[in-house]
């Protein structure tokens, strides 16, 4: 389901990211992450469409660290991903796993699940928003945030403050699990 967004938003977004939010909450997020770019690996090593780091695909049952290296731990075969290349040719397999990940998150936050239409910092608290600040920081990061009425806001490797994933993807009516029609034939 699409939503219109607030134009403040859009514009604000525009501006800062570079990018026009869509209200799809997949689309905007791997617009965000990757310029839509399934292939893509940043300079801290995150992987593909999402940005997905290790502990993320560990959460999601694809990977096990091994705490040494970088990707240097075990490829579980999940889904017939056995290595970062793998991962990085699937689309529809990215597809999966953010959404597995991602319900996951939603779960963690089980505690905080009443802070959705609350304000901190003149935020509007959404699932989605949540979600994406989780993302992009973490579960604790976002639950740091709003324990401190959002005095405490972490910042990822490139400077970006959760705060503006919270706020970015806060007009996002939800976050559909539902996995796409093209990647259903994977599992």
Partial sequence: MKNELSSDIV?????KWRIT????FYCDLAMRESSNNQFAENRLHYLGLYQVGEPALEDAGYYIKNGVHIWGGKWLGKNDINSKDDFLNN????EIAIRHYHSLIWWYLRDYHDMVESLINDIKISKAGMIAYSHLVGVGSLKHFIDSNGQEDTEDGNGVYGSDYLEAFSEHLNVDWTIPVYAQKVI
């Fill in 91 to 94: 689309k529809q397999v990215q």
């Fill in 11 to 15: 514009e604000k977004y525009i501006k």
């Fill in 21 to 24: 939010l869509t209200g799809d």
